[in-house]
């Protein structure tokens, strides 16, 4: 093992970026009784799903050019500076709807930074060097900025691990502290690629719970097209906060 992996193992970093979500208020206890006295996962409303596999195969395919073009991209600055290249995926484990499942992305930083052992265990920390921007590449640092690196998980909504929107899912050391902190919402759907809450990124209101419970109160009440018409709103204002860049 490299001497940067070795000491990010030793030291096991938390970046309070990567996880700014917080324990559930006695407001929220007392708005949603109901959901926390869920014991099950929710079952999958099937609109939603067909909605998630079609707009994921249609944008897998929108995609396909742009990631070719990034791989091309990470050649380029792998033969340029060495110590950049590398593979341009990678999984860790994470949670949707209590289950573990290998949460696909771009891998943003310098090889060196990242640990082999914890990488093939599936461990999250392995890659936790991505929160600091003096660890990523050239290429990693552009994609972060727009949110490229989540593109593979086109895929994982496309096989059913996860769905467009829903609490974004976590880690799985992660996921145990939100659980332990007193949150259901990850327990109960499939985690999405945009969250009610994610969209707040860059405001004080991102990690707020509430947006989660709001989501799982409407979809467990609303109608087939009030739940898709709820989907698409989040769409379009997670499309704005990606093209301002704020991935960072």
């Known amino acids: 093992m490299n001497e ?17 979500y917080k324990p559930p208020t006695q407001e929220i206890r007392d708005k949603y ?10 079952p999958t409303r099937l609109p939603k799903q067909v909605f998630d596999k079609l707009v994921a195969g249609f ?31 990678f999984s860790y484990n994470a949670m ?76 799985v050391h992660h996921y145990e502290r939100d659980r332990a902190q007193g949150n259901v919402t990850r327990f109960l759907i499939k985690g999405g690629l945009l969250g009610l809450g994610h969209v707040h990124k860059g405001t004080p209101e991102m990690g707020n719970p509430i947006y989660e419970y709001e989501y799982i109160d409407r979809y467990m009440n609303s109608s087939a097209f009030g739940l898709l018409w709820l989907d698409l709103v989040i ?6 906060v990606i093209l301002q860049g704020k991935g960072l």
């Open 4 to 20: 940067a992996a070795l000491s990010a193992t030793q030291q096991r970093p938390e970046p309070k970026e990567a996880f700014p």
């Open 33 to 42: 009784p109901h959901i926390f006295a869920l014991q099950k996962p929710l």
């Open 59 to 89: 944008l897998l395919l929108v995609a396909s050019p742009f990631l070719l073009l990034l791989k091309a991209a990470y050649l380029i600055e792998g033969w340029i500076i060495p110590e950049n290249k590398g593979p341009m995926f």
């Open 96 to 171: 949707s709807a209590g289950k573990v499942f290998p949460k696909y992305k771009i891998r943003l930083i310098k090889t060196k930074y990242i640990d082999p052992v914890g990488a093939a265990k599936g461990d999250w920390y392995a890659f936790s060097a991505e929160w600091t921007p003096d660890s990523r590449t050239h290429v990693g640092h552009f994609a972060k900025k727009f949110y490229m690196d989540e593109l593979p998980q086109f895929y994982s909504i496309l096989i059913g691990d996860m769905s467009l929107i829903g609490p974004r899912p976590l880690a």
């Open 235 to 240: 769409i379009g204002r997670g499309i704005k």
